[in-house]
């Protein structure tokens, strides 16, 4: 269904989602806030196991990557 702009009540609902991340989180963290979001991959410990992207990560990283990054994540 659209309104009377043509605009379908799911994009309605996606835009006043974002404009709500947008005034709760501000404009620092909304980059990463949204991005969890759309094509990226969050952690869960007993799923994450089983997915390739995770298993590809841990063959191809060094232990002092991972310990790296473990100390000091990037933000």
């Known amino acids: 269904m659209n309104d009377e702009s043509g605009t379908s009540r799911f994009w309605e609902r996606l835009s006043g989602r974002h404009l709500s991340d947008l005034a709760r989180f501000g404009y620092d963290a909304i980059k990463r806030r949204q991005a969890l979001e759309y094509f990226t991959w969050q952690w869960g410990f007993g799923r994450s196991l ?3 992207q995770l298993r590809f990560l841990i063959r191809h990283t060094s232990a002092s990557s991972w310990k ?8």
């Open 50 to 52: 089983l997915d390739p």
């Open 68 to 75: 790296s990054a473990w100390q000091q994540p990037v933000m």
